[in-house]
């Protein structure tokens, strides 16, 4: 201590005389290998990060302290951008890519050195791959689209942002028109079906497909039958315009699910075009003609926002299941399109649930409420802190929901 403070006062001294301690200059980066030879060997690497070929480490790094990880100047986000100006303009449009917003830059990109372009981690498709494991079962199939099998995600996605959904570059069909020209011949392929107007991935899968000319395996049955006027006008200069709103199309052969728009509770089904918001009108690779996979699907909605930013899928889904398995996707006459309710909701899967323990049922008052004690007193149908399912702490703090003396 006593060392410190003479120190302080001597150098003090020396300042007040006009006297300056000499700065001794650091040579960057050898100073800095001297302790990251880890850092030194990426030099090695075919594409190197350009503050990273000056050797100036600092403009990165702060030598001494830092409020953010790994020494850096700035958080990573803020530190990326303030070079990299023009990828901010990509992150602020209408639909981002996750990483990029999240700032986490270095999910993709090496932030020194690496043997891929741009310095990414790994080549395309293997790395989309490592979040969208889609991707492989994609390639595992007989029909793959050419930027697909070539790993050219880039040829339809954009890597941080778009001001089309799931990252397009451009909409369709004007993206695909970029390799499949417009013309007599795919106009006689369709029908002669106005495909300036089209969406294309309304019968191909953009990724891979099990059938040719990568057209989704789970037809509609007019679709598959080729008997396109069960739904379109396909007399001269019809341009196979709808013979009637969507709703009332879809309507003519599935009555019991028109019915229940009509339910206390209708999933959406108060639009003429509702049906699809969920469903393909021709083809699909989901089953029941779904867009996506049904818990996919059902995400594009629901658990939004930051609440839910990295969750597991089953804190979403209860174990994993399906949503259909607890609500019905169209209507229901009970809150949440839940299929039924009380105890009927858990106990067809959970037979032997609390046969032992606290009681529920009929007559079993919820304090809370005044009505029978259900499951979902004690449980959420979703995720929640405590298992199982349990939102509160049960070792004390939700037990004194009801019990305080």
Not at 278 to 291: G, K, M, Q
Request: aromatic share 4%; proline share 4%; glycine share 8%.
């Amino acid at each position: 201590m006593m060392r410190r403070i003479f120190l302080s006062m001597a150098a003090a001294i020396l300042l007040a005389a006009g006297i300056r301690a000499a700065v001794v200059e650091v040579k960057e980066p050898a100073a800095c290998y001297s302790c990251h030879s880890d850092i030194e060997n990426l030099a090695a690497k075919k594409f190197r990060h350009t503050a990273f070929v000056s050797g100036k480490c600092s403009s990165c790094h702060n030598p001494h302290a830092s409020r953010h990880a790994g020494l850096l100047n700035d958080g990573l986000k803020g530190l990326c951008l303030s070079c990299h100006e023009t990828i901010a303009g990509e992150m602020a449009q209408t639909s981002a890519h996750q990483p990029a917003m999240a700032g986490d830059c270095s999910a993709c990109h090496d932030p020194h050195a690496a043997d891929v372009r741009n310095q990414l981690k790994q080549k395309t498709p293997a790395l989309c791959q490592s979040c969208h494991p889609t991707v492989a079962a994609w390639l595992g199939r007989r029909f793959v689209h050419q930027p697909v099998a070539e790993g050219n995600c880039a040829a339809c996605h954009a890597a941080h942002g778009s001001t089309q959904e799931r990252l397009l570059g451009a909409a369709v069909p004007g993206l695909c028109f970029g390799c499949h020209k417009p013309g007599a011949a795919l106009a006689a392929a369709h029908k002669g079906f106005d495909m300036g107007k089209a969406d294309c991935t309304t019968c191909h899968d953009p990724h891979a497909s099990t059938m040719a000319s990568l057209l989704m395996p789970n037809q509609h049955a007019p679709f598959k039958g080729g008997n396109c006027g069960t739904c379109h006008a396909t007399g001269a200069g019809a341009g196979m315009a709808l013979t009637a709103d969507v709703m009332t199309l879809c309507g003519k052969c599935h009555q019991t699910v028109l019915k229940q728009a009509s339910a206390a509770h209708n999933h959406n089904l108060d639009d003429p075009r509702s049906c699809l918001n969920c469903h393909n009108a021709h083809a699909a690779s989901a089953s029941s003609l779904l867009v996506g996979e049904q818990k996919d699907l059902c995400f594009r909605c629901h658990f939004k926002g930051e609440a839910y930013k990295g969750k597991k899928e089953t804190y979403l889904t209860h174990d994993g299941m399906e949503c259909s398995n607890c609500h019905t996707v169209h209507g229901s006459d009970n809150a949440q399109y839940l299929t039924t309710t009380g105890l009927e909701l858990c106990t067809g899967c959970h037979a032997d649930a609390h046969k032992g323990s606290h009681p529920v049922g009929a007559g079993i008052i919820d304090p809370r409420t005044k009505t029978d004690m259900t499951c979902l007193a004690c449980h959420t149908l979703h995720g929640a802190e405590f298992k199982p399912y349990l939102p509160l702490n049960p070792s004390q703090e939700l037990c004194l929901q009801c019990h305080r003396k």
